[in-house]
């Protein structure tokens, strides 16, 4: 096959792009290198995308409608992976306006694309956050996500409600991934592990929010992407019974699918700071500080639902997965 990856440079981006280039595929990555963390980063996991044949990289703007099109007529791709947008809860509430353009229209000119080029499964990114404050443990996709906390979570709610309308309307089969946490090798700078293990090696305090009363379903890496790749090589089949609400029961409909993808098994703060510590071999300096607007207190995903309709478990232990992550960041940063 040859797939589109869009956020190729990313964190979940680069890991997927690697499993599907292992798998046989060609895969063309597209994405726009914003700053919104380290670009070098992004440029170092792109470099190593470049030493795999069969992967193509072009820096497009999902938000650019005309550069999108013009991409997909180049490029005679038949599934999407869609991961490109703009991530973080607590950016989005200092800066709103990049989640529209990238969550949002992008968003909407990705279904554009599918729909015009006839793509036979769309693959995209949501997240944990579109359960907002749900206490019912555990989160499972028939629960209510009508209570987003953030606008980052709004604009995933967003895309799972576009990409229901786009599949009834135009049969284009979408399937939704609601991402826990997600760490590992290459992972996100501005995500708390990364933040939090920067700091221990350097000797500088950790913030701790909520006083450390905060439950994580965070899920490794290889984890993820073997739930991204298993789901994007479901034959994405009409199935009768998948949203019983359908207006046009008798037609032939195409399938839109939500998952979860977590760890299924909750980490308090405490437990992963400590994992962190055992990791890097050096005790942290906590500085207490109250819960953060539009945080959560806890995510835990029931993952069933995905397990059932391709078979995959998630596998790792977050010491294995932590320990990972370190070994990584110490070889990345020469840490001696
Ligand atoms: P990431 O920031 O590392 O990757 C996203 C990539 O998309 C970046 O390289 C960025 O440059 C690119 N991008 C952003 N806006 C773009 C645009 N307008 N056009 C083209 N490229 C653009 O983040 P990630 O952790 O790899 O996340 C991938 C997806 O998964 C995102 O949609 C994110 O919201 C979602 N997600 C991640 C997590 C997590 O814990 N990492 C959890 C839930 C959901």
């Known amino acids: ?7 190729a440079a990313g964190f979940i981006g680069m890991h997927t792009a ?31 995308l470049a030493e795999l044949p069969g992967f193509t990289f072009v820096q497009v703007d999902v938000a650019d409608r005309d550069a999108l099109m ?18 973080g809860v607590r950016y989005s509430i200092t800066n709103p306006h990049a989640y529209g353009e990238a969550n949002l229209v992008g968003f909407l000119n990705m279904l554009e694309a599918c729909r015009q080029h006839r ?11 579109v359960y907002g404050g749900n206490r019912k443990m555990p989160f499972s996709e028939g629960d209510s996500v009508d209570h987003p906390v953030s606008l980052y979570a709004a604009t995933k709610k967003a895309n799972e409600l576009m990409a229901h309308a786009y599949s009834h309307l135009y049969a ?15 992972g996100r700078p501005d995500m708390a592990y990364f933040s939090f293990t920067k700091a221990i090696v350097e000797g500088r305090p950790i913030q701790v929010f909520n006083n450390g009363d ?4 965070f899920t490794y890496i290889d984890d993820i992407v073997d739930g991204v790749v298993a789901t994007l090589y479901r034959p994405a089949t009409a199935d009768a019974a998948f949203d019983p609400l359908l207006p046009h029961p008798g037609r032939a409909q195409k399938p839109f699918r939500v998952f979860n993808i977590g760890n299924q098994d909750p980490v308090a703060l405490g437990d992963f700071i400590a994992a962190i510590e055992a990791a890097v071999g050096k005790s942290a300096i906590k500085e207490m500080l109250p ?4 945080d959560v207190q806890a995510t835990y995903a029931d993952v069933s639902a995905l397990a059932e309709w391709t078979g995959v478990q998630p596998k790792t232990s977050i010491r ?17």
């Not at 096959?1 to 956020?7: A, F, S």
């Not at 690697?18 to 996991?45: E, F, P, T």
């Not at 284009?172 to 997600?182: A, E, K, M, Y």
């Open 1 to 7: 096959m040859k797939i589109l990856i869009t956020g």
């Open 18 to 48: 690697q499993r599907l280039i292992a798998d046989g595929h060609q895969v063309v990555g597209i994405d726009n290198l914003n700053d919104y963390y380290d670009v070098q980063l992004k440029r170092d996991r792109l470099a190593r």
């Open 70 to 87: 013009a991409l997909f007529d180049a490029h005679a791709v038949t599934r999407v992976v869609h991961l490109a947008a703009q991530a």
């Open 119 to 129: 793509i036979e499964h769309l693959v995209y990114a949501s997240s944990s956050s």
């Open 172 to 186: 284009i089969p979408t399937t939704g991934l609601r991402f826990f946490t997600v760490y590992g090798p290459w």
């Open 214 to 217: 905060m439950l994580r379903d």
């Open 291 to 294: 819960m953060q607007p539009g």
């Open 320 to 336: 294995t997965g932590i320990d990972r992550f370190v070994a990584w960041y110490k070889a990345y940063y020469r840490v001696t």
